[in-house]
């Protein structure tokens, strides 16, 4: 008879990026998340997430874990977007 695994705790999902971390392209650095933010249509400046990196990846745990687990949710972060 085989074992039922063990009840793990299920982990909650990382908590979305904060909206004062959104960057241009500019202000990217290694240790800032490159997740687009916006429209595939949006005119520039384009706008990134900007949050901290996680270790191996281009950008923050929340944008990891939404690219690789299929996900494809509509992001909208135009109250963001500086106005010139």
């Known amino acids: 008879m085989a074992k039922n ?6 982990r909650e999902p990382p908590p979305e990026p904060r909206p004062e971390t959104a960057c241009t392209l500019f202000e990217l650095n290694d240790k800032r998340c490159r997740f687009p933010l916006g429209a595939e249509n949006d005119h520039p400046p384009y ?3 900007g949050g901290p990196t996680i270790f ?3 950008y923050c745990e929340h944008h990891t874990i939404r690219c690789w687990s299929g996900g494809r949710q509509a992001v909208s972060y135009q109250s963001l977007r500086p106005r010139y």
């Open 56 to 58: 191996g990846s281009s």
């Open 47 to 49: 706008m990134f997430c």
């Open 5 to 10: 695994p063990p009840n793990l705790p299920s």
